[in-house]
């Protein structure tokens, strides 16, 4: 009985907001109106089109305009309401991005049906949220000013990391990959994530504050070179997520990763005075895997030397890392094993400034990426990287920003944006 009624009454006022809109003639202009192309139209009387409401189908008479020259026509009335070139109003246009953000297009073609009543097939879903997608990252690019008035926390992290999400075929053409055959099934998405951690808990862990994170990602590069007269193009939305944040304003700055060279490259370009912390656990389990290459996949003894190594990380005495490391590559005659000890002693040796954890901890620093590596699960695996999936790069990064838009609190402002860009038209 509630499902009828809601739907007697959903159609009754569809009925009552298309009578009002159809009677109110004003979107005629006269005779002719200018094209886009640059001639005249003229007027070729009232066309009626019918879109999906939030209330249910609506029948809506426009004015039309036809261009003899360009032999294309238009109701300027459309862009009024949002559906230009769309079958789907602006409620349910927004109803769409945000299941889309959230679940795979055909769960949200239902969810749409269950909860408000609508029927959109899973494709429309599809091909709706990758419009609106696009305009969500245009968006991000455009607005990435901060409140001046808004308050920062006195420590504020940044932390960057990158995950692989599985392409279609004709994506992946020409790519190194990790396959037996040297192929590729994935690309990667880099991931920027900012927060802040005033708070700590029992054993005096800096705990990240409720609701002060926010994501910004993409399929795009962080290469650069000396002689690139721009950075890449995932550097920019660093600068644009950390300026967003007010990273520039707070007291101190911490950059976190796991060591990756390019995300040193960054921070060093855009955040110099900024604190460098390696992720511990990232360096513990370097630690780890060459225990693993030294001693076998399942030793005891293997473990034993690993913990070992783990506390001489927590106490901050690398010196007696690489040692242990060394006596390992001198002892040990077959190449392969060597190769891997020498990695990892270059790995300390390069990160060793941004290893001092009993310093970080001392000034009630984060030394650990779990809010990052959390990020690259909620943002982009709950959805992009479920059984079955395999996108474009266009759909992924539509995706991407629109789920990004949600979960950091930026898509009421870009939908109020939207939308008055709509009334200035």
């Not at 360096?283 to 005891?300: C, E, F, M, Q, R």
Request: with cysteine.
């Amino acid at each position: 009985m509630e499902t009828a009624a809601r739907r007697c009454a959903l159609a009754v006022a569809a009925r009552a907001v298309a009578h009002r809109i159809n009677a109110d003639h004003t979107d005629h202009a006269g005779p002719t109106v200018p094209c886009r192309c640059g001639n005249t139209a003229h007027y070729a009387g009232r066309k009626e089109k019918t879109i999906l409401t939030a209330l249910g189908e609506m029948r809506l008479e426009r004015a039309y305009y036809h261009c003899d020259a360009c032999r294309s026509g238009f109701c300027p009335r459309d862009r009024v309401l949002g559906v230009e070139g769309a079958s789907l109003s602006p409620a349910v246009t927004r109803m769409v991005g945000t299941v889309a953000a959230m679940v795979s297009f055909a769960e949200g073609s239902e969810l749409l049906g269950d909860l408000a009543g609508l029927t959109v097939n899973a494709k429309q879903v599809e091909r709706t949220a990758e419009a609106l997608g696009i305009e969500t990252a245009e968006d991000e690019r455009q607005h990435v000013v901060s409140a001046e008035d808004a308050e920062i926390a006195p420590t504020m992290y940044l932390g960057m990391d990158g995950t692989g999400v599985p392409m279609r075929k004709e994506e992946l053409e020409g790519r190194p990959g990790k396959q037996a055959d040297g192929s590729s099934k994935t690309r990667e998405v880099k991931l920027c994530t900012v927060w802040s951690a005033e708070g700590c808990d029992e054993e005096g862990v800096p705990v990240r504050d409720e609701g002060s994170v926010s994501y910004s990602a993409a399929i795009e590069s962080a290469a650069m070179r000396d002689t690139d007269e721009t950075c890449s193009a995932f550097a920019r939305r660093v600068e644009r997520e950390a300026r967003r944040r007010g990273v520039d304003r707070a007291k101190r700055r911490a950059v976190l990763g796991d060591g990756a060279p390019w995300i040193w490259n960054i921070a060093g370009e855009y955040f110099p005075d900024a604190i460098q912390i390696v992720d511990r656990f990232h360096a513990k389990a370097h630690l780890s895997g060459v225990a693993k290459v030294i001693y076998g996949a399942t030793s005891d003894l293997g473990d034993a030397w690993a913990k070992a190594r783990h506390d001489e990380l927590d106490a901050g005495k690398l010196h007696k890392i690489v040692a242990a490391l060394a006596g390992h590559y001198r002892s040990c005659t077959e190449a392969s094993k060597r190769d891997e000890v020498r990695k990892c002693i270059g790995y300390i040796w390069v990160n060793r400034r941004r290893m001092r954890y009993p310093d970080f901890r001392a000034q009630g620093l984060c030394t650990s990426t779990a809010v990052v590596e959390a990020g690259c699960k909620v943002a982009i695996g709950t959805r992009l990287k479920r059984a079955g999936m395999h996108w474009t790069i266009r759909g992924a990064n539509a995706i991407i920003a629109l789920r990004c838009s949600k979960l950091s609190g930026r898509f009421e402002d870009f939908w109020e944006r939207r939308a008055q860009s709509l009334v200035a038209s």
